[in-house]
């Protein structure tokens, strides 16, 4: 008859090199500082933002209208995680022309600056009608606590008259 006998383990006699206990006190606070870190790291994407606005005519002061076609149409903008995106409609206005436009922080009476280079912007192409419409990215996010606007050029990439000029405004999305 035979019996299985399980071998008895071998013991080593050599030295084991285990980390000094303060060091694994130190380290296991640490660790967990970061897996709690991690399991935080749930946080809502940004909030989406919109702005809206109507384009203007944008008439000199000393200038009386002379048969020109006065600019309308509407802008709107709407910040997603880091990029905005800008619509822009021309219902009437010059045919078949190369508009310039730009979107900047500030107002019609109070512009600063541009929230993007002049080349984010593309002309606006109108039609034989006088209309035109196009969106433009940009990878940044507008600031809620900001006032933007969108001005209107007669030459393409912002460039000659001042044409026609949105205020925006902040809208809730629903």
């Known amino acids: 008859m035979k019996t299985h ?3 008895e383990p071998t013991v080593s006699r050599a030295p084991v090199n285990r980390p000094a206990g303060w060091i694994a006190c130190l380290l ?4 967990i500082l ?3 870190a991690a399991c935080l790291d749930t946080v809502d994407p940004p ?3 919109a702005w809206e606005g109507q384009l203007q005519p944008v008439i000199a002061d000393d200038v009386e209208p002379n048969g020109d076609v006065l600019i309308s ?3 709107g903008a709407v910040t997603t ?3 905005t995106q800008i619509g822009i409609g021309i219902d009437e206005g010059p045919t078949e022309a190369q508009l310039g436009w730009v979107f900047l922080r ?3 009476a109070e512009p600063d600056e541009p929230i993007a280079p002049v080349e984010v912007f593309p002309p606006i192409a109108t039609d034989d009608l006088g209309q035109g419409e196009l969106t433009a990215v940009t990878p940044q996010r507008l600031n809620r606590n900001l006032t933007y606007a969108a001005q209107i050029y007669s030459e393409p990439e912002a460039q000659g008259d001042l044409l026609a000029c949105a205020d925006m405004e902040r809208v809730e999305l629903g």
């Not at 296991?28 to 660790?31: D, E, G, I």
């Open 5 to 7: 006998c399980t071998p």
């Open 28 to 31: 296991l606070p640490a660790l």
């Open 34 to 36: 970061l897996a709690t």
């Open 106 to 108: 500030g107002t019609c």
């Open 81 to 83: 995680g880091e990029e």
């Open 47 to 49: 909030e989406s933002l």
């Open 73 to 75: 149409g509407s802008v």
